[in-house]
């Protein structure tokens, strides 16, 4: 290796994951990374408010079950990476703007060291998760890889 490459091995990749195609790209290149690498895979998703009316934001009951049914969904996704071959797979759900979040809570609190995310989302009032990629990509402290 010459002193212009840079290699680096991931130890903790977190990966944002919803049912966008460009998320799922994303999911299964972060599975394969973490599962040829040994990195602990970080699996995230984002309870965004902006979605939700002033009555659902209100209602804890509401917020309870949304939550309950992502933590269902980011389990099967759990489930799929360990039978791919994961090792280690942690889950993370936290609400808010998808990329202020992941940046400024989500990622301190799980040491990551490379983020994957797609480069839409079908999910949010912008529905273009374009905007949330370039948010993270320069505002992250951590290498980020934007997959489409």
């Known amino acids: 290796m010459n002193n212009n490459e840079v290699r680096h091995n991931f130890e903790r990749i977190l990966v944002g994951v919803d049912d966008s195609p460009d998320a799922q790209l994303a999911y299964r290149y972060a599975v394969r990374q973490a599962r040829d690498t040994g990195a602990t895979l970080i699996l995230t998703t984002i309870l965004e408010n ?5 009555f659902q934001a209100l209602d804890k009951n509401h ?7 992502i933590m269902k969904h980011l389990n099967d996704y759990k489930n799929l990476a360990e039978r791919a071959g994961v090792k280690k797979v ?5 609400e808010g703007d998808a990329g202020e979040t992941i940046v400024n809570s989500v990622i301190p ?20 998760f374009g905007s949330q990629a370039a948010y993270m990509s320069k505002h992250s402290p951590i290498s980020v890889m934007v997959v489409r």
């Not at 942690?90 to 936290?94: N, T």
């Not at 609190?109 to 999910?123: F, N, P, R, W, Y």
Request: glycine share 6%; aromatic share 0%.
């Open 109 to 128: 609190a799980t040491d990551a060291d490379l983020l994957i995310i797609g480069s839409m989302s079908t999910k949010g009032l912008k529905k273009m």
């Open 63 to 69: 917020i309870h079950d949304e939550r309950n049914e």
């Open 50 to 54: 902006e979605d939700m009316s002033v």
């Open 90 to 94: 942690e889950m993370v759900v936290d």
